[in-house]
């Protein structure tokens, strides 16, 4: 298999195929046009100026296309940089996917899906089981490959339904750590909480977000289509209320988004099991490319902190 | 027409019909049971301790009920108290309603209608139309007749209407003065804006938060209802979307309660207008009890300052 | 007449005057001086660089003078600028003067000054109504001139008088829609409230902060002056706190400048005009610039948000 | 065995044992003096006056006394109140303790000293571990019996072991869940984050805050005793260091008392653990004394907020 | 001489003279009105209810004046009250004036008027010397008699000038530690910061807050007043406009009422003073009634701290 | 002796001695390495590219090296920068010493001393004094050379000790105003307070952060400290609390760093002095760079204030 642009360092040349994330056209100091292209594959990202962009060009060369590429690695304003020697779109015969090109969960999909379903199958209160068993269904194809955010945590295919699972096995064992929790209620939460972003979200290839996704956003759609998916079932009663001030208040404060605080004991603690996994995902992510000794980058969503890696760590 | 208690001195006898806002029972210090009962009319109110209350008193003087009362006003601990010589029930030939017994609007419930009608009927835009009509026509009993709060501003009976009636003056002069505005959605959004609070209070008497209110708030509720409204009409399309945000993002900030602030120019116009009326009707109520040369109480819901009135103002 | 600068795009050639707003120094990496030079008319803006600088083109070439420019129109860093192929000042027989090249308010100096006066001759309070038409008399020049502020809204010729006139609209209608506003305060607040720009400003061309400005700022500085105003007219009494008052509170919070809240119900009002009015002269200028479907630029007064404009404006 | 002031209403006779918490000096109206008691056992707590008080009677009835009380309870400005009939100091034959009278953990120390001891024992990191078994030892007494604070959460008898037993529940799995974890560090981090309390609090009875409890506070408390703790045992190196931020950071932020943010993975989850187990310790408490369909009183700790039970929670 | 009232206990009776602070009319229980005074002499003070008031006593026992009392003092709802048996004015033949029963300057005003003196006999700059002079001239009366506000810091006679003399001597020293201050801004923004205070409070007795003092502020007003000074003087120039900055950003920040932050290195140091001697004002006075090995009362203007006496402090 | 490089402006050459700070590696647009150097002498500071650097130029070129230095200044992005002609490093026979190219403090690093001790003689307190003295042996050498911070007041070697200097000056001078004041902890506070950061800045050149820096803090190390040496000098008591706390609360607020806010009136005082001799640090290094009539760069630690210089310091 092709060695990915993150296996390359700057002075090499690249031959192979990648995803255009992104397509920008601009005008060059001598009046020509050009395109910026931004490639992706599974490994890392790269940058390109494409001179002299013909029409051709401009409509060839367009986001979330797979393409075939030879160019040097050089370093521009501290940053490397692709030269393109020649490129041309992905044939048929080539046989690459834009799938696979993008960056994936470390788990896979159908075992995310499994343990989701196991979940549901442990719940006992029927009217929270059918609300959760209806939304699986209806966002089957979706929920299982968008990623949970356009970036920060799991910001990968799959990341959204890796999120949910991860959140559920801390779920269980809170449950048995403290038999108080309602489990129906903590599970329905886990699963639901984040359900709206399938709306906010544009898709999973150069991921955006939507008009309702800016105007509304994921929690106000999904206290929304809570109501409506019970009002279908003909559920009524409390469960759907409790429910929607689930999803509502995971966010845990009203500057962080929950116009109502958490007033349910499993809110509360489905705010803490959402807080706890995306940040595990944000550190991993970057203490992985961190030596021992040595600090992290900066981490935007963790305050701008960056963590040390202690030495003893081998 | 009877003497109203707001009439009433420290050392004068009452004797008339008040309605029981509210009755809790106490034990006093020979371990027998009292009632503490809150009365009101529509000029102020009063509360009253019945000792050693039976279990009959305890079901009779109840909740929005009206009695005949006769009683001393005395000062306990700085504040005016009745002392309870006789006491009963109001009986149909006393010819009393609870409705006479609670404060309301200024202008009459009839012509707040109106002048909604009105509004609407200036709507250009069908869907807009469509969907505020269906809400008038849902609440058409309750939309007229609610306060707009438990306290604060406009707390009384038909005080919803009122402020919405008020805010749409408003909009209509901005409308003139600034031809950008969308008339259609500043109406809109001014009378839907707060049509959840017939969901988040109880009723008209003694209004408190229902549950919904209280986990899901009247923003919530309604962001939701419009979607069900929408879809029942067979609407679609970014009326509905942007409908929705000016009710979501009316509070104007997330730390006050909208969990995205207004992104559409007649949703910032509205959270403004909104804030106006409010404040205008709780200033004024606050100014109407105060001489010139003073200052008000303290106003909690406008950062707890104390407004002066001006000598010159006769 | 001229195609103005607004009316070029890169690649293009332009050939016309253009005010010089700004001029600045600097040395080439070859040693020799050139200067940046900053061009504005009426429609826009573009900057140029003039390379090797003589001593002499330091001293042509300085703010507020017109020129005559002959330059292509190209890319640099993503941004427009000019390349100078040749400039000269402009000269008496070329008929241009510098107020061609700003921008104006959209409603006459003369409708302004007209529409100001009538609210003066409403009052009936003749001390506030002394004091206000002082301070027209005194600075009759500049009040209708300069702008209300160095960026963000009004800022063009004329814009503390459009700002005050729009301001003062609001003020009659609110005035009819709550009797109980004191119409002479609010206009005498409405007109004065700004009026300390005129010396924390430097002036109509590349307006910047004076002195006093920086140190005082302009509303300390309206404070004192009501104050001696009214000394030279012999008033005494209230109305002069209180019109101290309402300028020293407009700004609504000491957070934003203002020593002390608005303490006074026309204060309070005030304030919400004054924001009113300067959100819509911002957001109507983005959203022209937008089309619908989308969002503006962020918008740095408003917090930084991009507001939308939906797909039904037309 | 006795029945418990917790299970007396208004109007029930006394007879009993119970511990004094504090004796406070007044004198009457009279000019006498009188002592105000405050009574507890393990079901609650009740305070009484103890009229026309000798010397002798202020010396015997102190803090921390066993006294057996005959006494009626009545209400008093809306609370219960003892009026005693009889008193007298517990004798030897009572055979009565003060640990009798304490609200205990519900986990024997026993059990919780056990738990401690096989994460311990898990340990890998030598230094880690001889750290960690070094304080244990330091403080085996205190350790098993002190609260984990003087109110809100954990503050009972052996509340601190209890809690760090909780911590270690959630710990274990965590590190099942996220294997990136190093369970060493967050182990040590559990057991060590809150030995501080045990200098910082008085004590286990009427439990209030030493002078280097209030001065320094019981992280810097610790912080420094990990340093003479490993200087003792002559290790050296991070682990030293990274046990001490571990410590430093466990409150989260600098305004809760924590001079560094985490910046060691473990030290952020170290800090959610403790806010989880805090918290589900405060809403457990509080929800057992609510009845389904009601909401808590306002807890303190959690923002003033309160708590719904809902219907469906048998 | 007369014992204080600050030396008498709960049972004591007292025999002596005593200011009214302040007279409150109330209506008892029995319909009848009754007074409650607020007694101060210069160790303490203490309330008390005069029952059965007639007109006359209304009349005769009002704010400011000085009144022969005898009474028993007991405690009620735990705080020190007295009980009238005989109160009757003071006559001339009595030899008490009012200032005898007001808190004073541990400094005398004689030799505060001097040392305030000697420090502008030190400035060179005319300007600045001719318009501190101006003001001391102006409010020699008031100015020695002021208190520096109502309660918090130097709330006595002549608390002002002794506010001012203090900050004068750390001025002087900052000045020689620091060459680099200019002492003739440094010492006139010391002598004038304040006092604006004199129009903002009401006087020495029953000190209050003045119209103006609420709607503009002690700092508006000597802003306004600088320049007014100036005007008279026909001084212009830098000086005046510095002159006002120093007064006006010497509460260091726009929250706490400084509209302007220090721009000017004399400015910022000036606030510092002004914060450093008002705390030691408060810090000496609360431990003054502190034991050593103790902590103060709760300091409402230092944030709600309570402050330790060290032990070794003998 | 040589002009330094604060003395050259663009166009200049340059030759001479200067020390490097930081080399960082790079590759150039061809493939080939280069370095950049940046550096210093204690006139003011420079950068520059080594093109086509070797393995050896890397090696030889380092941090903290001197080197002799011809090359040309030219300016690049608005910015002087160095175009190297020749360079070697400086040899033995070139007589020059890192330490001639840093800045130092005005004032001699023995006299700094001698006036540190002649505080300490000052003190009574045996316990303090001797806690005292053994600090300043125990770091007799770092104590005298290192900086205050690496950016920010006092950056320059012996700047710790001109800064506690100049503190123990205003500590005197305020002992004397206010007799109040334990002189013996004040001046133990002052010279204690930032001893932590000779363990928390890695050095006196190219100062950084170390790992218990960063992880701890100077706060918290010095807090141990001072446990630590105390128990070596066999000191119990409140002393050493108190100590502690000083430095614990130096930075006044839990938000600054201060986990306690002061307690102690010495540890308020001590905060104060801290502040202004750092603001009087970094006011008079930015005013010195400013002629009179303007205003100074903003300032990152003034809260991004610009300061102003009036026109009459001459």
């Not at 966010?251 to 959402?274: C, M, N, Q, T, Y």
Request: charged share 30%.
């Amino acid at each position: 298999m092709q060695k990915g642009i993150g296996n390359h360092a700057v002075g090499d040349t690249f031959e192979g195929f990648m995803l255009i994330k992104e397509a920008k056209k601009g005008t060059a100091s001598n009046g020509k046009p050009f395109l910026t292209l931004y490639f992706v594959d599974s490994s890392g990202e790269i940058d390109a100026k494409l001179w002299d962009a013909s029409k051709e060009d401009e409509e060839i060369f367009t986001e979330e296309k797979v393409v075939k590429l030879v160019g040097d690695i050089h370093e521009f304003r501290g940053k490397a940089q692709m030269r393109i020697k020649s490129i041309r779109p992905a044939q048929v015969t080539d046989g690459v996917r834009v799938s696979d090109f993008l960056e994936k969960s470390p788990v896979d999909k159908d075992i995310l899906q499994e343990q989701m379903m196991e979940a549901i199958f442990e719940m006992k209160n029927p009217n929270i089981q059918r609300i959760v068993r209806a939304f699986i269904k209806k966002y089957n194809e979706d929920l299982f490959i968008y990623p949970a955010a356009s970036r920060n945590h799991h910001a990968y295919v799959s990341g959204l339904a890796h999120h949910i699972v991860s959140m559920l096995k801390i779920g269980r064992q809170l449950c048995d750590i403290y038999p108080e929790l309602n489990k129906d209620l903590l599970y329905a939460g886990i699963i639901l909480h984040d359900i709206g972003k399938l709306h906010e979200l544009s898709g999973v290839v150069s991921t955006s977000y939507t008009l309702e996704g800016k105007l509304l956003g994921h929690i106000s759609l999904m206290v929304t289509e809570i109501k409506e998916v019970a009002d279908e079932l003909k559920i009524e009663g409390e469960e759907v209320i409790i429910l929607q001030h689930l999803v509502l208040s995971h966010h845990g404060k009203a500057e962080w988004g929950s116009a109502k605080p958490p007033l349910v004991r499993e809110a509360e603690i489905l705010h803490f099991i959402d807080v706890i996994d995306a940040k595990m995902n944000m550190l991993n992510r970057a203490l992985e490319k961190t030596n021992p000794g040595e600090f992290t980058e900066r981490l935007f969503a963790l305050d701008q902190r960056s963590f040390y890696k202690p030495l003893f760590e081998e």
